[in-house]
C-alpha cells in the first residue's frame, strides 16, 4: 500500500511537471532560459530541469503514451520526453520555428526532430497524439511512433494571440473550421450571440458615429480633389471581396483522433462523417481561444471581441455527427470592453472555469457540468450535487419542467431579449431534416439530444484577479509581505501581459499553519481548488477562493446566489540570473522526473495487460485452483467437487 500511494505521489509530482511546462510557454517569448519546477507538498518549489537556449516559442512534457499488444512505445527507454519550438532547429538550416525537437530528459539527448516548411505556432498533446499547430493546418502524429496520422488544412485563421486555436482533450480534437457544412450540422449550436447591455449599446453607437464620421471625411476629401477616386473604390471592392468570401467565422468541428481515418481530414459535402464528432456554430466572430474540461464533454470557445465565453455540451451519436446535439449551457459574460483571451482553465470537478486575457486579469466562473443556475446547493459543497434536489425530485418540479418547456417550444430562457428556439437565432441555420427530428419528440421525451434543449444561462463573473499583485510577495515561512517592483502591463511587449492559470490542492498549508502537521491540514476539505496564476515575470501566487452566499440576500436558501473571497496566500519567484548554473540531464536514478515517468510507464503496462519492464515476470491468477489441485487433496475431495453444480432433485 505504501508503494502503491508513493508511486501515485510520483504521478501526481509528473503532472504537475506538465503544467509548469505549459506555464512557461507564455514566458519563452522574453527568456532564454526555461525550467521545469514541482511544488511539493510541504509548499517548496524544486527545480528540475533548466536550460538555456534562443528564443523559444513553445515547449511540452509528452504524456507516456497509451500501449496495448498491438501498439508498443518505441521510446519507452527514453521517457520523460520533452518537446520543444526553437528559433534554430537542431539541424541548423530549417527556417525559424519550423521544427519539433523531442529530448529525452532521461538520457539528454534528441531522439527525434520533425521539420515543417512553415513557422509552428503551438504544440498539444496526449496519450495519443502529439498535435504540432501551424497557421492554417494541425497535423498529428502517433504519441508511441511519431508518425504522421492525419493533418487538417480547413482551419479558420485568428488574428491572435492563438493564430489556430485547437482544444485537445483525451480523446477529442476540436479546432475552428473555416465552413458551415449543413449535412454535417449537428443539432443545436450557440444562440442569444446578440444580447447586448446598456453599456455595449452606447459603446457601438460611439463606434457607429466615429465610423461615420470617418466615412464623411473621406468623401468630403474625395468632393475636393485631394484624394483620388479610386482610394475609395478599391477599398468599397476590398470590403465587398470580404463580404463575398465563402469562409464563415466562428465554426468548430470536434473529431474523434481514434477513428478520424489517416491522412487529410476534409469536411465538406462529398466527405463521410467518419471521425466527425461534431460540426457546429459557436460565435459570429472567429474563435480566439478554446478548452476542453477534464471529462472531455464540456466545451468552452471565446471569439476575438472576449465580452462572452460559450460553455458547449457535447452530446454524440454513433451514426454521425448531425445526429449530435450541442447543448450552449452557459454565456459567461466577461465585459463590454474588447480583450483577447490567452488560456483557459477547469477545476477538476468542472464546477469553475477560469478565463485569464492579455490584460493580466483572470476571470473565475461557477457553472455546473450539467447546467442551471449556480447557487449555494450546487457550489458551496466540496462534492458535485445532482441537477435536482431530493424535495425537486419528490415533489415532481422536473416533469412539470420539461412539459412548460415542451409547450413553448424550444428554449425557455428567463433571459430577456434571447431566442426562445436555435433557429430564432441568427447563428443557427435550419436542418435539412427539422421536420423529421420534429417527428421523434413526443416519442423521446427523455433522450438529451432530442428537443427541448436546456435553457441558456448568463453568468457573470464571480472574481476578477489582476496581475500581477500589488500586495507585495508571500513569503513562505513568516506569511508577511514585504513590497515588490510594481511592473504595469503596458511595459510588457505590446502592451499585452502573459498570465496562465489552473486549479490545484494548497501549498500553502505550512505558511499559514507552520506548527500544524500535515496530516491534520489535509483532513480539511476545500470547497474549492487554490488558483495558481503565474506571469510571463515568472511570479507565481496562489490564491485561496473562498465563495459564499450573497450577502446581501434578504434569506438564504439553497437557491441563493453566490459571491466569492480571494486572497492571495503564497507566493514562489521561479526566476532565475543568468550566472545560475544549468540542471541538465543525465539525471540519476531517484531524480522525481525519472521516478514519475517509471511509475507512469509501470501502470500504463499493467492498464494493457502486459508485463511491465523489469518485472520478474507475468502475474499468475491460478494460485487458488492450483492449492485445489495439489497433491493433498484427494479422490474424495474431487468427487464432491464433481458434484458441486449438479442438479438436486426434490420430491
Known amino acids: 500500500m505504501e508503494k502503491n500511494s508513493f508511486l501515485w505521489g510520483m504521478y501526481f509530482i509528473y503532472m504537475c511537471v506538465c503544467v509548469h511546462v505549459y506555464f512557461y510557454t507564455c514566458i519563452c517569448f522574453f527568456f532564454t532560459l526555461y525550467i521545469l519546477y514541482v511544488l511539493q507538498i510541504s509548499g517548496e518549489a524544486q527545480e528540475l530541469f533548466s536550460v538555456r537556449h534562443g528564443p523559444v516559442r513553445a515547449a511540452r512534457i509528452l504524456p507516456a503514451p497509451q500501449i496495448s499488444a498491438q501498439k508498443c512505445d518505441n521510446f519507452s527507454e527514453k521517457r520523460p520526453l520533452l518537446g520543444v519550438c526553437k528559433s534554430i532547429g537542431s539541424s541548423g538550416t530549417s527556417p525559424p520555428y519550423c521544427c519539433v525537437d523531442l529530448y529525452s530528459l532521461r538520457t539528454g539527448e534528441m531522439v527525434k526532430s520533425i521539420q515543417f516548411k512553415t513557422p509552428i505556432y503551438d504544440l498539444h498533446c496526449n496519450k495519443r497524439i502529439l498535435v504540432v499547430v501551424l497557421q492554417e493546418k494541425i497535423a498529428a502524429f502517433d504519441s508511441c511512433t511519431f508518425t504522421k496520422k492525419f493533418f487538417v488544412t480547413s482551419c479558420y485563421p485568428c488574428p491572435g494571440p492563438n493564430m489556430n486555436p485547437i482544444a485537445l482533450g483525451s480523446r477529442w480534437l476540436a479546432y475552428a473550421e473555416n465552413k458551415l457544412i449543413r449535412c454535417h450540422q449537428s443539432r443545436g449550436g450557440a444562440c442569444g450571440d446578440n444580447i447586448q447591455s446598456y453599456?455595449?449599446?452606447?459603446?457601438?453607437?460611439?463606434?457607429?458615429?466615429?465610423?461615420?464620421?470617418?466615412?464623411?471625411?473621406?468623401?468630403?476629401?474625395?468632393?475636393?480633389?485631394?484624394?483620388?477616386?479610386?482610394?475609395?473604390?478599391?477599398?468599397?471592392?476590398?470590403?465587398?471581396?470580404?463580404?463575398?468570401?465563402?469562409?464563415?467565422?466562428?465554426?468548430?468541428?470536434?473529431?474523434?483522433?481514434?477513428?478520424?481515418?489517416?491522412?487529410?481530414?476534409?469536411?465538406?459535402?462529398?466527405?463521410?462523417?467518419?471521425?466527425?464528432?461534431?460540426?457546429?456554430?459557436?460565435?459570429?466572430?472567429?474563435?480566439?481561444?478554446?478548452?476542453?474540461?477534464?471529462?472531455?464533454?464540456?466545451?468552452?470557445?471565446?471569439?476575438?471581441?472576449?465580452?462572452?465565453?460559450?460553455?458547449?455540451?457535447?452530446?454524440?451519436?454513433?451514426?454521425?455527427?448531425?445526429?449530435?446535439?450541442?447543448?450552449?449551457?452557459?454565456?459567461?459574460?466577461?465585459?463590454?470592453?474588447?480583450?483577447?483571451?490567452?488560456?483557459?482553465?477547469?477545476?477538476?470537478?468542472?464546477?469553475?472555469?477560469?478565463?485569464?486575457?492579455?490584460?493580466?486579469?483572470?476571470?473565475?466562473?461557477?457553472?455546473?457540468?450539467?447546467?442551471?443556475?449556480?447557487?449555494?446547493?450546487?457550489?458551496?459543497?466540496?462534492?458535485?450535487?445532482?441537477?435536482?434536489?431530493?424535495?425537486?425530485?419528490?415533489?415532481?418540479?422536473?416533469?412539470?419542467?420539461?412539459?412548460?418547456?415542451?409547450?413553448?417550444?424550444?428554449?425557455?430562457?428567463?433571459?430577456?431579449?434571447?431566442?426562445?428556439?436555435?433557429?430564432?437565432?441568427?447563428?443557427?441555420?435550419?436542418?435539412?431534416?427539422?421536420?423529421?427530428?420534429?417527428?421523434?419528440?413526443?416519442?423521446?421525451?427523455?433522450?438529451?439530444?432530442?428537443?427541448?434543449?436546456?435553457?441558456?444561462?448568463?453568468?457573470?463573473?464571480?472574481?476578477?484577479?489582476?496581475?500581477?499583485?500589488?500586495?507585495?510577495?508571500?513569503?513562505?515561512?513568516?506569511?508577511?509581505?514585504?513590497?515588490?517592483?510594481?511592473?504595469?502591463?503596458?511595459?510588457?511587449?505590446?502592451?499585452?501581459?502573459?498570465?496562465?492559470?489552473?486549479?490545484?490542492?494548497?501549498?500553502?498549508?505550512?505558511?499559514?499553519?507552520?506548527?500544524?502537521?500535515?496530516?491534520?491540514?489535509?483532513?480539511?476539505?476545500?470547497?474549492?481548488?487554490?488558483?495558481?496564476?503565474?506571469?510571463?515575470?515568472?511570479?507565481?501566487?496562489?490564491?485561496?477562493?473562498?465563495?459564499?452566499p450573497l450577502s446581501t440576500a434578504p434569506k438564504i436558501s439553497d437557491d441563493t446566489p453566490l459571491e466569492m473571497m480571494t486572497c492571495p496566500r503564497a507566493s514562489w519567484t521561479l526566476v532565475r540570473t543568468p550566472q545560475w548554473n544549468e540542471l541538465q540531464p543525465p539525471f540519476n536514478a531517484n531524480h522525481p522526473l525519472l521516478l514519475a515517468a517509471d511509475a507512469v510507464q509501470y501502470y500504463q503496462y499493467l492498464l494493457a495487460g502486459l508485463v511491465p519492464p523489469g518485472s520478474p515476470g507475468p502475474i499468475t491468477r491460478h494460485e487458488s485452483y492450483d492449492s485445489l489441485a495439489s497433491d493433498h487433496s484427494g479422490q474424495e475431495d474431487e468427487e464432491w467437487l464433481s458434484q458441486v453444480s449438479s442438479p438436486v432433485l426434490f420430491r
Not at 473621406?218 to 484624394?227: A, D, E, H, W
Not at 463580404?243 to 465554426?251: A, D, K, N, Y
Not at 472574481?463 to 500586495?471: E, N
Open 199 to 548: 453599456t455595449a449599446t452606447v459603446i457601438s453607437a460611439a463606434k457607429t458615429i466615429k465610423t461615420g464620421l470617418t466615412m464623411v471625411g473621406k468623401v468630403v476629401t474625395q468632393l475636393t480633389g485631394t484624394l483620388p477616386s479610386g482610394a475609395t473604390e478599391e477599398e468599397i471592392l476590398a470590403h465587398s471581396n470580404v463580404r463575398r468570401s465563402p469562409l464563415v467565422p466562428g465554426v468548430i468541428t470536434i473529431i474523434d483522433t481514434e477513428t478520424v481515418a489517416e491522412g487529410q481530414v476534409l469536411v465538406s459535402e462529398d466527405s463521410d462523417s467518419d471521425g466527425i464528432v461534431a460540426h457546429f456554430p459557436a460565435h459570429e466572430k472567429p474563435i480566439c481561444c478554446m478548452a476542453f474540461n477534464p471529462s472531455g464533454m464540456l466545451l468552452v470557445t471565446t471569439d476575438t471581441l472576449g465580452h462572452d465565453f460559450h460553455v458547449f455540451q457535447i452530446l454524440t451519436h454513433p451514426w454521425s455527427s448531425s445526429q449530435s446535439a450541442v447543448h450552449h449551457l452557459y454565456t459567461l459574460h466577461r465585459g463590454e470592453t474588447e480583450a483577447k483571451v490567452q488560456d483557459i482553465s477547469f477545476s477538476h470537478d468542472c464546477r469553475w472555469v477560469v478565463v485569464s486575457t492579455l490584460r493580466g486579469t483572470s476571470h473565475v466562473f461557477p457553472i455546473n457540468p450539467y447546467g442551471g443556475q449556480p447557487c449555494v446547493r450546487t457550489h458551496m459543497s466540496p462534492r458535485v450535487v445532482n441537477r435536482m434536489s431530493r424535495f425537486q425530485k419528490s415533489a415532481g418540479l422536473e416533469e412539470i419542467e420539461q412539459e412548460l418547456t415542451s409547450k413553448q417550444g424550444g428554449r425557455c430562457s428567463p433571459v430577456p431579449g434571447l431566442s426562445s428556439s436555435p433557429s430564432g437565432s441568427p447563428l443557427h441555420g435550419k436542418l435539412n431534416s427539422q421536420d423529421t427530428y420534429n417527428n421523434f419528440t413526443n416519442n423521446n421525451p427523455g433522450n438529451p439530444r432530442l428537443l427541448p434543449l436546456p435553457s441558456l444561462t448568463v453568468v457573470l463573473p464571480l472574481a476578477q484577479i489582476k496581475q500581477p499583485m500589488t500586495l507585495g510577495t508571500i513569503t513562505k515561512r513568516t506569511g508577511k509581505t514585504k513590497p515588490a517592483p510594481q511592473i504595469s502591463p503596458s511595459k510588457s511587449v505590446g502592451g499585452e501581459f502573459c498570465v496562465a492559470a489552473v486549479f490545484g490542492s494548497s501549498r500553502s498549508w505550512f505558511a499559514n499553519n507552520a506548527g500544524l502537521k500535515r496530516e491534520k491540514d489535509q483532513s480539511k476539505q476545500f470547497v474549492v481548488e487554490s488558483l495558481y496564476i503565474i506571469s510571463c515575470y515568472g511570479s507565481l501566487v496562489e490564491h485561496v477562493l473562498e465563495p459564499r
